[in-house]
């Protein structure tokens, strides 16, 4: 892993307009991401994960601090929500491509790279299929496709499985992990798990009730790739329980 930081946040504070003064979101959020990293980001309702999810994906501004990339420029980004958002029209292949087709990428290479993340997310046999014919776990699995087909810089996952069955949610966890594995993406996704959080992550941050700051930045020192039975080993409670402490 680089020593040098994709993305480096300082003393980021949000303060959200109201009658009583404003809504303090977050406050003096600093930390640094590294290339290829996953980070997770654990902490009580309200604190404030969703809010610098979207700050880093540009869809809010901070009321202050910063965050600025490691090649000084915005990077590409993919995004992936607790909900799908696919376009009900469109079939699983066009909603993976839909990137591309923003950018007037050229038949060729559209058709291509959609093959290449249809079997990267075992699809293979629903490329026709529609949005209303998907399981949620597949419908998630058409969502980080598509946000995967433009090779983004920096993957940002918004509790992408908080609303699918604890079976499938565990399945997709394995996924994931699989999916990140073979492309190597830095990673930052917000989940209230914290099974999940240790399953797929290289480090954990903790946020503290609002207005949400850093209380815990604590790696994750389980080898990869993690396969499902690493959640009964000793070390994997010992690390969950550290966690449930800085929560609670």
Request: glycine letters at 6%; aromatic letters at 6%.
């Amino acid at each position: 892993m680089s020593h040098n930081p994709i993305l480096t946040i300082h003393n980021l504070t949000t303060v959200f307009p109201d009658e009583n003064g404003g809504l303090r979101a977050l406050r003096d959020v600093t930390f640094d991401v590294h290339p290829r990293e996953f980070i997770c980001v654990l902490g009580p309702s309200g604190s404030g994960k969703t809010t610098l999810l979207r700050i880093l994906a540009g869809l809010i501004q901070p009321t202050s601090g910063s965050f600025t990339f490691g090649h000084g420029e915005q990077p590409s980004i993919g995004m992936v929500f607790q909900q799908s958002n696919l376009m009900p029209w469109r079939t699983v292949t066009e909603n993976i491509r839909l990137p591309l087709e923003i950018k007037n990428a050229d038949e060729v290479t559209a058709r291509a790279k959609t093959q290449e993340m249809i079997e990267l997310v075992g699809l293979q046999g629903f490329e026709d299929s529609l949005p209303r014919d998907l399981s949620g776990g597949m419908a998630q699995r058409v969502a980080i496709a598509r946000a995967l087909i433009h090779d983004p810089d920096l993957l940002l996952l918004d509790e992408p499985f908080g609303s699918l069955d604890a079976l499938t949610r565990e399945r997709m966890w394995t996924e994931l992990s699989r999916i990140w594995q073979a492309r190597q993406k830095t990673v930052i996704m917000v989940t209230h798990s914290i099974n999940e959080s240790l399953f797929l992550a290289d480090r954990v941050l903790v946020l503290t009730q609002r207005p949400g700051t850093i209380k815990m930045d604590m790696k994750v020192d389980l080898p990869r790739p993690r396969r499902d039975d690493i959640r009964y080993t000793p070390h994997f409670g010992k690390l969950a329980r550290k966690l449930r402490e800085a929560i609670e």
